[in-house]
């Protein structure tokens, strides 16, 4: 069954390796496939990774849309060190991402990453 996607005007998607803006009318198509797709609201582009947890987010999502995620992992494991000796009380929501990453979920790992930020927002302050 395929994917029903409608976008906002101006709305973005990716679908595998390609950004998909919307133009200035809402627009509905299917996606049949398999292939990685992240809404506009899970999109966070690199230079809004200003944070820790923002940078961990990042990673995360790259692996997601990445065909080998593998050779990324370096990099994850490096930010994560960084945020856990950082700000400790973060290690629980630290150890859902982690957990998704070692089953290969990186969708789930995503919205995980997510909770990460806005606890970190919550803790710290909107950057």
């Known amino acids: 069954m395929p994917l029903k996607i409608e976008l906002k ?9 390609s950004l998909i803006t919307n133009d ?8 049949e496939g398999n292939v990685p ?13 200003n944070t820790p947890s923002k940078r961990v987010y990042f ?3 790259q692996m997601y849309l990445a065909k080998e995620p593998q050779h990324l992992q370096k990099i994850y494991l490096e ?5 856990q000796e950082a700000a ?3 290690i629980p929501y630290i150890a859902a991402v982690n957990e998704d990453i070692i089953n290969s ?14 606890k970190e927002e919550e803790l710290f302050g909107k950057l």
């Not at 005007?9 to 390796?17: K, L, T, V």
């Not at 979920?105 to 806005?118: E, G, M, R």
């Open 9 to 17: 005007p101006h709305e973005s998607i990716i679908i595998g390796e």
């Open 24 to 31: 200035g009318e809402r627009t509905r198509f299917y996606i």
């Open 37 to 49: 797709i992240l809404r506009e609201k899970f999109i966070l582009r690199e230079k809004e990774a």
């Open 59 to 61: 990673i995360v999502q």
């Open 79 to 83: 930010y994560v060190r960084d945020l």
């Open 88 to 90: 400790p009380s973060l």
């Open 105 to 118: 979920d990186y969708y789930s790992a995503i919205k995980n990453a997510d909770k990460l930020v806005k």
